[in-house]
């Protein structure tokens, strides 16, 4: 009796363990707070990374936009990011400043502008969201914001899987949005319409994010 006791009581801990393990899924809203940095790649992309306070897991986010956009690299001590799947939105009180990313022409969360404060927006036709461990390194060096976010939070570890649906783990043809999770880094991509959604696993780990139709 004690011995099945014991057994039963190892099972529910390591049950536990692997449940306490899980990692936050990339497709889910959520409002993060923490250093930001917020920093333009080219003339098309944007890429904010968030070092969460208390929290495990630095989350990257990657917009995508046809039309050119201005020359960003700011770095905020104390900023919160919130993220809606198709929108994020970096509030930064020591600057003032509220910068929207949004798939679309639409604002679909509305946001209060506190006095003093100026708001951008800008319209794309992807936004990813990226969770890996925090201070995570990959083979060409870092994501985590404190090496200020250069070069690898503004590219997934392959940002274009191929021109094949076939090729997505998850979304393909037809999907504006697709998710994924593996080894403990997650992904997830919200696309305009004109694109689909690839969400793809591989050696390289994952990788999601918008393809021309």
Not at 38 to 53: Q, T
Not at 80 to 85: C, L, N, P, Q, R
Request: aromatic residues 10%; contains cysteine.
């Amino acid at each position: 009796m004690l011995k099945r006791s014991w057994v039963l009581l190892v099972s529910v801990v390591f049950g536990a363990s692997l449940y306490g393990s899980t990692p936050p899924f990339a497709g889910d809203p959520g409002t993060y707070h923490g250093r930001t940095v917020v920093k333009s790649f080219g003339e098309h992309r944007i890429a904010v990374a968030v070092d969460a306070n208390g929290e495990a897991t630095s989350h990257i986010f990657r917009f995508w936009s046809n039309e050119s956009l201005p020359s960003l690299d700011a770095t905020y001590n104390a900023a919160t990011v919130e993220f809606y799947g198709n929108e994020v939105i970096v509030v930064a009180p020591e600057a003032q400043t509220i910068l929207r990313l949004g798939v679309g022409q639409t604002q679909s969360h509305p946001h209060s502008l506190p006095e003093g404060f100026s708001s951008t927006s800008f319209a794309g036709y992807g936004l990813n969201h990226e969770i890996r461990p925090a201070g995570q390194k990959r083979p060409t060096g870092s994501v985590s914001p404190y090496l200020n976010c250069d070069p690898d939070c503004g590219e997934p570890i392959f940002e274009w899987p191929s021109d094949s649906a076939t090729d997505c783990t998850a979304g393909g043809t037809g999907s504006t949005a697709c998710s994924i999770s593996s080894s403990g880094v997650s992904c997830s991509a919200s696309c305009e319409i004109g694109y689909y959604a690839c969400c793809k696993s591989g050696w390289g780990g994952v990788s999601c994010t918008c393809i021309r139709k």
